[in-house]
């Protein structure tokens, strides 16, 4: 498995972006996907994943504001960030974990390299 994420950038407070994750491999319909992020001197922090079945979970910094998204036809999750603010300035990393859902880094064992998020006037 080998994850690509893209869609990163420089973002004003208050606007959105979108995050695209390319997964390349078998069975992509059968895999939960994840995102994490790292912000700088801190650790890295679930923001939100989805199940094969299409269940969604968040964390805390995502909730209200963030929708993560698949399309099996394309290989591909998404994560729609609205309302940015400059805390959410990170890397942000998508993963893969076949079959059962996760919340941690440990659960996920397919990352990919990161897509850096600047939110900043």
């Known amino acids: 498995v080998q994850l690509q994420a893209s869609g990163g950038g420089l973002v004003q407070p208050g606007g959105s972006l979108r995050l695209s994750c390319e997964f390349s491999?078998?069975?992509?319909?059968?895999?939960?996907m994840g995102w994490f992020r790292q912000a700088p001197g801190k650790e890295r922090e679930f923001v939100a994943a989805?199940?094969?079945?299409?269940?969604?979970w968040y964390g805390d910094p995502a909730k209200g504001r963030f929708t993560i998204a698949r399309d099996n036809a394309k290989n591909t999750v998404y994560l729609q960030m609205n309302r940015l603010k400059p805390e959410d300035t990170a890397v942000y990393y998508c993963?893969?974990?076949?079959?059962?859902?996760?919340?941690?880094?440990?659960?996920?064992?397919?990352w990919g390299q990161g897509t850096l998020v600047t939110v900043s006037s």
């Open positions: 993963a893969a974990r076949f079959r059962d859902i996760g919340t941690t880094e440990a659960d996920f064992g397919s």
């Open positions: 989805i199940s094969s079945s299409d269940g969604t």
């Open positions: 491999g078998p069975a992509f319909s059968r895999y939960a």
